[in-house]
T-cell receptor, first 122, second 109 residues
Framework: GAGVSQSPSNKVTEKGKDVELRCDPI?????LYWYRQSLGQGLEFLIYFQGNSAPDKSGLPSDRFSAERTGGSVSTLTIQRTQQEDSAVYLC????????????????????FGPGTRLTVL | GQNIDQPTEMTATEGAIVQINCTYQTSGFNGLFWYQQHAGEAPTFLSY????GLEEKGRFSSFLSRSKGYSYLLLKELQMKDSASYLC??????????FGGGTRLMVKP
């Protein structure tokens, strides 16, 4: 498929365990984003990768959260020692290029989302 | 800081027109996006405004006023399948999107 894919679609884990969530962006997209969405809430930004630049980790809620992006493509979000408040849907998005100010639409810098991973911490 | 406000819920009738408002206060502005999200699904892109004015795409239109920090999404000829959450998101001077809490729209027969 041509879209963003994520795995697993659902993950149930016990409190204190580590989990890894995977994101495969759209081929050729240089930017990759992770968001978290709690039930009935908006999207909370977690981390952003752009090409070979250092990632923007400003949205990570604690040092239990980390992410890497290997080869500029696939990304893994790792949550260590999971807590019940980590339960949420974790969404990954990718976009083609980093746009400057007043970049015209055409959707060049539009973020396209994957289906998400629903994480439940018991 | 970033602050994006939109109504939590709206209800409208099939065939009618509904306007979903979004106001924002952000440090830097590089465009405003609207996304549609059906329950249990990923957000899907609807529209993008970076200049003032109205962008029309079929039954959906989006308006932006940068001086007022205001946007709206207009949905015409509502259909039952339009029942979803509508997310307003602002891109700052970098490439980051800050999302509002979303507006849950219920379309009734």
């Amino acid at each position: 498929g041509a879209g963003v894919s994520q795995s697993p679609s659902n993950k149930v884990t016990e409190k204190g365990k580590d989990v890894e969530l995977r994101c495969d962006p759209i081929s050729g997209h240089t930017a990759l984003y992770w968001y978290r969405q709690s039930l009935g809430q908006g999207l909370e930004f977690l981390i952003y990768f752009q090409g070979n630049s250092a990632p923007d980790k400003s949205g990570l809620p604690s040092d239990r959260f980390s992410a890497e992006r290997t080869g500029g493509s696939v990304s893994t979000l790792t949550i260590q020692r999971t807590q019940q408040e980590d339960s949420a849907v974790y969404l990954c998005a990718s976009s083609l290029v980093r746009a400057g100010p007043f970049q015209l639409a055409g959707g060049v810098d539009t973020q396209y989302f994957g289906p998400g991973t629903r994480l439940t911490v018991l | 800081g970033q602050n994006i406000d939109q109504p939590t819920e709206m209800t409208a009738t099939e065939g009618a027109i509904v306007q979903i408002n979004c106001t924002y206060q952000t440090s830097g502005f590089n465009g405003l996006f609207w996304y549609q999200q059906h329950a249990g699904e990923a957000p899907t892109f609807l529209s993008y405004n970076v200049l003032d004015g109205l962008e029309e795409k079929g039954r959906f239109s989006s308006f932006l006023s940068r001086s007022k920090g205001y946007s709206y999404l207009l949905l015409k000829e509502l259909q039952m399948k339009d029942s979803a959450s509508y997310l307003c998101a602002v891109k700052n001077a970098g490439n980051m999107l800050t999302f509002g809490g979303g507006t849950r729209l219920m379309v009734k027969p």
